[in-house]
């Protein structure tokens, strides 16, 4: 069984930073694509950012500039740094995992990790 943890989450002023991490332990054979999703109250769930093992990023339009994801493939862990925090990024964000164990691919989300940001 493969699963995803994530911590550093918080309550943080506008204009302030976080990291988030997210440790995947289990089963692993291989880790390919690791992101973030995040889900605010009434809202869908939404792509943040996602690296891949080669070390290719992607991110949401409103997060460019500010977030950098990035990775520790001998941890099997994946960072978010979050800088110039605003209150629209207020969320659950959570973890996302592309491995491979011994019964194939499979996709594993952690629980989440509340962000708040307020004065």
């Known amino acids: 069984q493969v699963r995803a943890v994530e911590s550093g989450g918080g309550l943080v002023q506008p204009g302030g930073s976080l990291r988030l991490s997210c440790a995947a332990s289990?089963?692993?054979?291989?880790?390919?694509?690791m992101g973030w999703y995040r889900q605010a109250p009434g809202k869908q769930r939404e792509l943040v950012a996602t690296?891949?093992?080669?070390?290719?990023?992607n991110y949401e339009d409103s997060v460019k500039g500010r977030f950098t994801i990035s990775r520790d493939n001998a941890k099997n862990t994946v960072y978010l740094q979050m800088n110039s925090l605003k209150p629209e990024d207020k969320a659950v964000y959570l973890c996302?995992?592309?491995?491979?164990?011994?019964?194939?691919?499979?996709?594993?989300w952690g629980r989440g990790t509340q962000v708040t940001v307020s004065s």
């Open positions: 690296i891949t093992s080669g070390g290719s990023t």
């Open positions: 996302n995992v592309d491995a491979r164990g011994p019964l194939g691919p499979i996709r594993v």
């Open positions: 289990g089963s692993i054979f291989s880790i390919n694509t």
